[in-house]
């Protein structure tokens, strides 16, 4: 009896421990094969997402936005030579306005490159070999070209009229004398232009109109 009982616990325990151990396997299995299907869903949703036709769109946006970012800075940098460009010759043509003077119109351009205002070293050797003689140096008159081309006889015409305007008490010759371009001055100074003495656009307009008042009355 005594042998008997302990047979039937000894059975009793391989059984118990067979299917704790099943157990245990098959919770092991289950999670391994969760884990696998859980790794498997985040590929497949890599996939998706790579092969999904938003992505494409926001790509497409991302790299449109990064070019447009690049063409801008460009263009940006571009425009600004362009402007400094304009400035320096603005300056230059600034320089000659000398009314003849090609002494002082090489003297006037040796400043900007000494002050550093001509940037560009191919038009900097430029200028320093032309001022190198000042006989070769190219000046403007007191009148805007432009004027010139529009109306000859501009010059006589401001004469004229800056004499009846009690500033100009030269000759009537059609000639840019110092003493025209400091009537002019004169006449800048008292209807607030820049007093340049030199007669652009801008300070015709303003002649001829305290000339046509002063007939007017």
């Known amino acids: 009896m005594l042998v008997s009982g302990s047979f039937m616990t000894d059975n009793i325990s391989n059984t118990s ?48 936005l990064f070019g447009t970012g690049i063409g801008a800075w460009y263009q940006g940098r571009a425009n600004m030579e362009l402007e400094k460009q304009r400035f320096q010759a603005d300056l230059i043509l600034k320089m000659i306005e000398t009314n003849g003077d090609q002494k002082k119109a090489a003297l006037n351009l040796e400043f900007l490159i000494k002050t550093g205002l001509i940037e560009n070293d191919s038009l900097k050797e430029r200028i ?70 030199m007669v652009s656009f801008m300070t015709i307009s303003k002649i001829e109109n305290m000339y046509n008042k002063l007939n007017s009355n």
């Open 17 to 64: 421990f067979k299917e704790l151990k099943a157990k245990i396997q098959n919770e092991l299995d289950l999670e391994i094969l969760k884990f696998s299907e859980e790794q498997k869903a985040k590929r497949e949703g890599k996939r998706r997402w790579i092969n999904s036709p938003l992505t494409a769109i926001i790509l497409s946006a991302i790299f449109t």
């Open 128 to 197: 320093e070999k032309i001022i190198e003689n000042p006989v070769n140096v190219p000046t403007l008159g007191i009148i805007d070209t432009r004027l010139k081309e529009k109306n000859p006889t501009i010059v006589k015409q401001i004469q004229e009229q800056l004499k009846m305007l009690k500033y100009y008490y030269g000759e009537i010759n059609g000639l840019e004398t110092s003493e025209l371009s400091n009537a002019v001055k004169k006449f800048q100074k008292d209807n607030d232009l820049l007093p340049d003495g």
